[in-house]
């Protein structure tokens, strides 16, 4: 019967319920809006686990594959994976980290300076998985890890927006909104890197992003789905070919994995069948972490005045479309120039870009380096956030991969940063 109980207990799905149910009550909503939040939550979180469950599946098969055909060891920079990996052997202490996470925000906004709500939950939820790994990592207890780590996070949500918001105000024409994406650093360093290609006082050198004559068929990388699907079929196809190439075994091993289908084709069915998991768990991420949100969302309005809402990358995207393209463009070679350092370093471990994370970040880099750096700061400052993404984790891996956390890795700039730093702290009390 206990070992029934703790099994419940570490059920994350029912402890977001848990979360949602309390937030819910404690805003005195309606029987029926508390019932329909809590169900959401729960519902949401088992689409996650059923994405996630797809996508671990496509991404172990290539990574043997790509192990193979290079004899290397590849890790994909897929945030959405390592977090999969975390929560299912660690989702208690990731969830309540996570949870004070949100209280510790809320209470810095309330008394300090730092007036942010961070309300982009899933990159809280990804936060949330380093600071703990961290910990746990240095043999921290539970208690530590949920309190002091909650404590971290919660700084971070509200204090790591103010570094970029110059950058923000300058674009928005102090629209009040603030960034809500945990590459806040990297962003910021963009913002500056722009500034250093731009003239002065803020005058663009060269041409403005909006009057570049991009072609029209790269308007279909702002379709996410397209991206990474396009993205996974390219990798599997390297990895495929140089198999081929290297054959013996390696071949075996591709015609193994493609079973009765036809192993030439095959690699394009899995990259869609990715970015088919992709979906899936995207769609249940932001549908359980939008009821816990807002269970804190109603707080903050009513008890934290003048405070600003940090939201997610995408509402920066409409001011400078064309510098996203050119951000994810420049994130790709940056990614694959970090990948290449790994390969002539010898690294036991190989980054390797994903598709997500150099749309979204290098094309929220690209935004940025726009601002006062036009074009050329577009493509550099992607290219800045795509290296640093692929390369950062490198530091973090060793000590994840021995907590089981492997072949995927945490990319964000922010959550290096910050678990690198934690985690060198917690090692002098280790």
């Known amino acids: 019967m206990v070992d029934v109980l703790v099994r419940q207990v570490r059920d994350t799905s029912l402890i977001m319920g848990i979360i949602a149910l309390v937030g819910l009550l404690l805003q005195k909503k309606s029987s ?9 939550t729960v519902v949401g979180f088992m689409i996650f686990n059923i994405g996630s469950g797809a996508m671990s599946s496509v991404v172990n098969t290539f990574m043997a594959l ?16 390592a977090t999969a990996l975390a929560l299912d052997t660690y989702g208690t202490e990731v969830a309540l980290t996570m949870v004070m996470g949100f209280v510790w925000n809320l209470v810095i906004a309330k008394f300090t300076k730092f007036k942010c709500i961070f309300l982009t939950g899933q990159h809280f939820l990804y936060f949330a998985c380093v600071i703990a790994l961290a910990f746990i990592a240095q043999g921290a207890p539970a208690w530590a890890t949920i309190i002091i780590g909650g404590l971290a996070l919660g700084f971070a949500g509200a204090a ?16 009040g909104i603030a960034m809500g994406h945990f590459n806040l650093i990297g962003y910021t360093l963009a913002g500056y890197l722009g500034k250093l290609i731009g003239g002065k006082n803020g005058e663009r050198k060269g041409k403005d992003v909006s009057e570049l004559d991009l072609p029209g068929w790269l308007g279909l990388f702002r379709d996410f789905v397209f991206s990474v699907a396009l993205f996974m079929v390219v990798l599997f196809y390297v990895a495929v ?5 290297r054959g013996g075994d390696a071949f075996e091993l591709v015609k193994s994995s493609a079973g009765n289908d036809i192993w030439f084709i095959w690699p394009f ?9 992709m979906s899936v768990l995207i769609y249940g991420v932001r549908q359980f972490i939008a009821e816990i949100t807002a269970a804190f969302v109603g707080i903050s309005e009513k008890w934290i005045p003048n405070s600003k809402p940090a939201v997610d990358c995408p509402a920066v995207f409409p001011f400078a479309p064309n510098a996203v393209i050119v951000g994810f463009v420049g994130a790709i070679l940056g990614g694959l120039i970090a990948t290449a350092i790994c390969i002539a370093t010898h690294s036991e471990t190989i980054m390797i870009p994903a598709a997500g994370i150099c749309f979204f970040s290098g094309g929220t880099g690209g935004v940025f380096g726009s601002i006062y750096g036009g074009a050329k700061g577009a493509f550099f400052g992607g290219m800045l956030l795509g290296f640093l993404t692929t390369l950062l984790p490198l530091i973090l891996y060793p000590a994840f991969a021995a907590l089981g956390i492997a072949g995927a890795s945490f990319p964000n700039v922010d959550y290096n940063v910050f678990g690198v730093v934690i985690y060198w702290i917690l090692g002098l009390f280790h």
Do not use: H
Request: charged share 15%.
């Open 32 to 40: 029926k809006d508390v019932i329909n939040g809590v169900v959401k």
């Open 66 to 81: 790509f192990n193979a055909g290079f004899g290397i060891t590849g890790v994909t920079t897929q945030v959405e994976i």
């Open 160 to 175: 790591l927006p103010s570094l970029a918001q110059p950058f923000v105000d300058k674009l928005t024409d102090n629209s």
């Open 241 to 245: 070919i140089a198999c081929a190439v």
């Open 269 to 277: 069915m899995e990259g869609l069948q990715f970015a088919a998991g």
